[in-house]
């Protein structure tokens, strides 16, 4: 499906995003690249979507369905500990995630594709997404109208994967990947005399209360069938060892794997707080920091990745897992929620490094499998019918 020629280029391509890490909506680097890239191959590019996304069309002219691909672009603030001739020249960034890979994926995706033009039929939407780590670029995205203008049939977009055999394809039907919620709970008591705690009414005994009674909807209110997790990640209050403090603070994460679960977690939080504050006499502030919908894939174009893998010999190991791979979160999540598609994984091979990780490095060899992937799916999709 690629000449060496293509795959040096992704590889070169690969290494110098990856030695150019550029943190959430500060992509404009790696978004003049894409862009120049793009517009090299003869596609129709638009720069500065969600401030520093990049979208590009290729229009056939005939009557077909409207295919969007998508790539993340943004690192993390991580400072990398790889000693090879292309680690980070940016002290205290790092590409972590392996956004660097999926970059030059489409990228290598959409010079094969624009080959095939003349056979193809629809209408092709790449979408290079800035600021997935945390910023929720995929929702601003489609607040500008990504998805819109001609409306999107089917989006598909993947993730590397360490500790899975480089280059195996893999897809989960259904829930994929987990939500996230984080919440800031600040429980308002009344500050007093460690010797006088009637006259007080004491923040950490009722944040300690919450901690426990937050378990509570896990094991109680959520079904046992769903997957959800509730961890209070960080509890501050007090600082001298004869005062009560005023206030307490907590941060919770409640992770989920459906609408569902989400509800019974995150939708009950609040009535555990107000109802341990008002056993005690505290009140109470409650601020969603951070919201991430479960990703979910549609059941058909989960099939639909399987078939295209297959049929085009994308890789030696194509697989449908009966299990999330995980419970983390991942912003691509919101196309899913307005219209159909697929996040499917590559295993990235195990090299002792997880996501995120100061050691972490994309596998170049699984550009192939990735980039081959979203040519079959729009051969598939797209393709002269037989
Ligand atoms: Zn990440
Ligand atoms: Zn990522």
Known sequence: MFDDNQLEHAVALRRDLHRHPELKFEETRTAARVAERLRELGYRV????????????LETGRPGPVIAL?????ALPIREANAFAHRSCHEGRMHACGHDGHTATLLLAAEAIMVRRDKLKGHLKLLFQPGEEGGNGAEKMVREGVLEAPRVDAIFGYHNRPGFEAGMLFVKPGSAMGGNDTFRVVVEGRSGHAAMPHLAVDPIYVGASIVQQLQGLTARQKSPLRAGVITVAAFHAGDAANVIPGEAELLVNVRNDSDEARDALAGRLEQVVQGVCQAHGASYRIESLHHVPPLVNDPYWAQVVLEAGRTHGISQRIEQLDYMPTMGAEDF??????????????????????????????????????????VALVDHLMGPSD
């Open 333 to 374: 999540a919101f196309y899913l929620r307005e219209v159909p598609g697929c996040f499917f994984f590559v295993g990235n091979g195990d090299q002792g490094a997880y996501l995120h990780n100061e050691h972490y490095e994309f596998n170049d060899a699984i550009l192939p499998v990735a980039a081959g992937t979203f």
């Open 46 to 57: 638009r720069e500065g979507v969600a401030q520093t996304g990049v979208v590009a069309e």
């Open 70 to 74: 998508r790539a993340d672009m943004d």
